[in-house]
């Protein structure tokens, strides 16, 4: 058995295990991955200030996220397909969270519904929203959404148009994967995948095949999202649906500042900072990169959490001493769903809070509300600007 000491270890296990089309789906970005790139390599541009003969026992990673108590300020952000890197996936990857005490975030693009989760957990998670042409499908997802008394509603703003992922259209990435030579001869060396997922509840999207009417292809979801997404989503239909949703939002993209203070006026609870992993806009800055002048433009007006690039409990720090309030975590998760499954996101979760614990002691902190610039080295040059 593998010595785990970090997510890398986890990552390479992950690749071992998963089909290729649903590992090249988690690992890429869009067109040349620049972003996706930059998410996890300009944290490594943030040094941290260490401090000795500190008093360092005691040490809590306890915190909020939109009210929520969380073990660490942690949560697992919506991924699509989750179900697809392992049997059942959200349902692992939830059962996991909530034994950890963190929160966990379906994706609209789950292969396990919201019913499912739901069902198999028995605890409110926050369910992540994507904006459709169909309102009516909307409104009931959102119905269905309150049914299964999800505490959250993650409404996703830069995904109104799909980016470019060149290794998703050459793999014809689907769920289930369509049976092509090429994907026949790497599902045969994928053979324990395969018997875990012949046992699976579902290998469908779960919130979208027998809700939508009028999808011509449901297993696909470059066709499904080129029909359906709203390109016309504006702030007035996002306040439009923060209020039918009537709880507590988060509103997950933003990165600008203009954005972030536009998301405070309309009364978001919390915003993410998030390029959506470098799977969107290539060429946009990192999120570690514009979190400094997003913090500067909203301060205390509105909870700022950050995602994409996080893959160590030092880049949780990072994040925090620079302002953000939570963080998201979402290929770090997969590469252990998809490894080991539930044991697999247990062991990303542990991996990333002992990291998170052990750098707070050494930088002289006991606890992660403390956590400020005074424990970093900024480039000067770092925060993104605009001319």
């Given at each position: 058995m593998a010595v785990i000491t970090n997510i890398e270890d986890l990552k390479r296990?992950?690749?071992?295990?998963?089909?290729?089309?649903?590992?090249?789906?988690?690992?890429?970005?869009?067109?040349?991955e620049q972003t996706f790139r930059d998410n996890s390599s300009d944290f490594d541009l943030?040094?941290?200030?260490?401090?000795?003969?500190?008093?360092?026992s005691g040490r809590s990673t306890a915190s909020q996220m939109i009210g929520q108590d969380v073990a660490m300020p942690v949560a697992l952000a919506p991924v699509g397909l989750t179900g697809m890197q392992h049997a059942d996936g959200e349902i692992k990857a939830a059962q996991a969270a909530n034994d950890f005490g963190v929160p966990f975030t379906l994706s609209t693009m789950s292969i396990n519904s919201i019913e499912d989760v739901a069902e198999a957990t028995g605890r409110p998670f926050w369910f992540q929203l994507y904006t459709m042409k169909d309102t009516d499908y909307i409104s009931r997802l959102i119905e269905r959404a309150k049914a299964a008394k999800c505490s959250a509603l993650v409404i996703t703003l830069d995904l109104q148009i799909l980016g470019q992922r060149h290794k998703d259209l050459k793999n014809g990435l689907s769920a289930p994967p369509k049976l092509t030579p090429r994907t026949i001869a790497n599902l045969m060396t994928k053979w324990a995948w395969g018997i875990e997922m012949l046992g699976a509840k579902?290998?469908?999207?779960?919130?979208?095949?027998?809700?939508?009417?009028?999808?011509?292809?449901?297993s696909s979801l470059g066709a499904w999202t080129a029909e359906q997404?709203?390109?016309?989503?504006?702030?007035?239909?996002?306040?439009?649906?923060?209020?039918?949703?009537?709880?507590?939002?988060?509103?997950?993209?933003?990165?600008?500042?203009?954005?972030?203070?536009?998301?405070?006026?309309?009364?978001?609870?919390a915003i993410v900072v998030s390029n959506h992993g470098g799977?969107?806009?290539?060429?946009?800055?990192?999120?570690?990169?514009?979190l400094p002048e997003i913090m500067d433009a909203v301060g205390s007006d509105i909870e700022v959490h950050l995602d994409s690039g996080i893959r160590s409990g030092q880049d949780v720090l990072k994040a925090l001493a620079l302002g953000a309030k939570g963080t998201m975590i979402g290929r770090a998760f997969v590469y252990g769903l998809g490894a080991m499954g539930q044991a697999g996101v247990t062991k990303a979760l542990e991996v990333i809070h002992r990291e998170l614990d052990i750098t707070m002691a050494l930088c002289g902190e006991k606890n992660v509300a403390n956590l400020g610039r005074h424990n970093l080295l900024v480039p000067e040059d770092f925060g993104g600007r605009w001319a």
């Open positions: 296990i992950y690749e071992r295990r998963v089909p290729r089309m649903f590992y090249d789906y988690a690992e890429s970005g869009s067109w040349t943030v040094r941290l200030r260490q401090r000795v003969a500190v008093d360092m579902r290998r469908h999207f779960g919130n979208i095949v027998g809700h939508v009417h009028g999808i011509s292809d449901t997404f709203d390109p016309s989503l504006d702030w007035g239909k996002v306040e439009k649906l923060m209020e039918q949703w009537g709880g507590k939002v988060i509103l997950k993209g933003i990165l600008d500042a203009e954005d972030a203070k536009m998301a405070a006026k309309l009364g978001a609870d799977r969107q806009l290539d060429g946009a800055l990192s999120s570690i990169r514009v």
